[in-house]
Every structure is written in C-alpha cells, then in structure tokens.
C-alpha cells in the first residue's frame, strides 16, 4: 500500500510540475505578443512622421494630422489651416503675428473647443469683403468657412457680416470685442446677440444658439480708416453643411460713432452701453 501511495505521489509532482511550466511559458508569451503587438501598433500610428522628422528635425506633436506636417516642420508656430473656397485661399494660421499669414487673436486655442475663436487675416490674400459684404454677395457665396487644426478638420457657417473699428477713438472710446475668445456667460451671450443683430450688415435665416461654436474672422478694409471687415461663422454640427437660402439688408446698422460724423447723421445708438464680456 505504501508503495502504491508512492507512486502516485511521484507522479503528480513530476506532471504538476509539467504543467506549472507550460502555464508560466504560456502567460510570459502572451506578454510578449501583447506588448509587442502595443509596440507594433505604436509604430504604426507615428511611422508616418519619421520622414517628417528626419526633414525638419522637430518634435511632432502626437496625432497631428499628416497634411500638416510640412506647415509645421516649417514653422512650429503653426497651429492650423484656414480655407476659404470662394476666394480659392488656404492660409496656414499662426499662434504669432506674422504679416503675410492669419493668427490666431489673444486667448485662442483652436486645438481645444472653445465657445469663441477669433482669426485676423493679415492681409487681403483672401478677400472676405469683396465675398460677404452685402445680402446678395452673401447667398452667392458658398457661404463655408474650413478650419484645419493640428488634430481635426471642422467646417463653419457663416451667418452675419459687419464693420468694426480697431481705433478706440472712432467709437467714444470704445471697441466692440468682435475678437473675444474662449468660453461666454449665457448673459453676456444675450447682449453679443443683440450687438450682433444690429450691427450685421444684413440678416440671415441663423437663429442664435448659446450651445453654438463660433469663429470670427476680420480682414483688413477700407471702408473707413483703421477699419476691419469681420464674419461671424457657427460650427457646423453632426446634420452637415447647411446653407442659407435667405438674406435681407439690415437697414437699421449700429454703426461705430465714426461713421456717423462722416456722414453727417445723428447716431441712434449713442447712449448705447460699452458692453464687455465678463
């Protein structure tokens, strides 16, 4: 009997064994193939810049897009691409001023979503104004704006058009903050609508929305002296691009106070509140 016990207790420790080390070899293999195949994927997902890399000897930002990698291996300052298919223009847009480029306005992060950005045309490359300047312009237009950042490709809208003064002195001191950026109160996003609908140049079929994404963008002008000629574009939502099949001249235009000494009119609007959003 005692043999018997023996035998079997051999057995198990010679098979036990056995078995314990298939287990082990099996689970270091899995290992391997699994952080392998993260290194493999890794790989696969960044080998597009090495060449990129090895051209420009910069450090790409991770998923930056490949159809910006020759703009910002050029110039690490470029934080996107702003097209504008009627005028047949792609202008690389800039964290830095630069004079034969677009730039991005203080405070804005194209890369993060943010409630408002504002772009400033550096110069006429691309003419707005000659595209949006009145309600019939407007629905000949395409009426779409593309912005290319870093990571994303987005389309907007554009549904209003207005003049603004940059020269505090030509409005009592006052200029309308037509390049705020970041995230508004819902108050304060009650008075920019308001502003809004007084000073666009015509009115289009948009109906404001507080959950709506916006981009400015201002062009030089010659409208009058230090002016700047700005649309105001809605992000495009999920249902796509959508354009205005309606627009009507706004005959009651809140005009900086310039404009109305020039013309030698009262201003209606002069005890009109100097709004800034809070």
Known sequence: MKKILLKIKEF??????????????IIVLAVALVFGGIGIYNYG?????????????????EGILEEMCDAYGKDTSTKGRIEIPDAGAKINVSSII????AFLENGAYI????????IRLADRKADIESLYSTADLFLKASQEIKLTTLFEKESFRVVAAYYINTNPEDDRGYVFPYNFCGNMKEKDFEF???????????????EFSYDDYFLSVSAPSDFMKDFRFVILC??????GFEKSETAKPNDKIFF??????????DNPYKFTGKWQPK
Do not use: R
């Open 12 to 25: 198990l420790k010679k098979y036990a064994t056995k078995q314990v080390l298939s287990v082990l070899g």
């Open 45 to 61: 997902k960044t080998a597009y810049l090495k060449p990129y890399q090895e051209k420009y000897k910069v450090e790409y930002p």
């Open 98 to 101: 630069q004079n034969n480029s």
């Open 111 to 118: 890369e993060k979503k943010q409630h408002f950005t504002a």
């Open 192 to 206: 920019f609508e308001d502003a809004i609908n007084h000073k666009t140049l015509y009115k289009t079929d948009y």
């Open 234 to 239: 809605v992000k495009n939502g999920k249902s």
């Open 256 to 265: 900086p106070q310039v404009w109305y000494d020039a013309n030698n009119e």
